[in-house]
């Protein structure tokens, strides 16, 4: 499987990402007022937020069908180790090793495996799909 579907089909579910962060940001915003940027708490709460939007969004989509609309879209979809559904655990742990290694995880679709960080941890991969 080529590494360039990976990377395209995570490419497609970010934005679909920025999309709904945008979506999901403007109750906060509008919320927090004008003073928004000045409080610290605030921006750290924010950050807290669309980074459970995204929790929500991925770990939901792995678990129900192991696939995202990005990893639909490339017929790819994350599997556990053993080819069998992604778990709850599995899914929790491969986000966690997802925000870790963010910048770096990429990094893996160039070994000889072309499996990202974050996959090798969580002992899950991403596998083709052939749709009947």
């Known amino acids: 499987m080529s590494g360039f579907k990976i990377l395209f089909a995570n490419l497609y579910d970010l934005i679909l ?28 709460a924010f950050q807290i937020y669309i980074l459970g939007i995204t929790y929500v969004y991925l770990t939901y989509f792995w678990t129900q069908s192991g696939q995202t609309p990005g990893l639909r ?8 180790a053993d080819n069998t559904p992604l778990s709850r655990y599995n899914a929790n742990l491969r986000f966690v090793f997802t925000v870790v290694f963010f910048l770096v995880g990429w990094i893996g679709l160039f070994l000889p495996k072309q ?15 052939e749709y009947t």
């Not at 979506?23 to 003073?35: D, T």
């Not at 000045?38 to 921006?43: F, K, R, S």
């Open 17 to 44: 990402l920025v999309a709904i962060w945008f979506v999901f940001a403007i109750p906060f915003v509008l919320w927090q007022g004008k003073s928004f940027e000045e409080n610290q708490a605030a921006v750290f």
């Open 73 to 80: 879209t490339w017929k790819i979809k994350i599997v556990n």
């Open 115 to 129: 499996q990202l960080l974050q996959d090798r941890f969580a002992k899950t991969k991403i596998v083709p799909v």
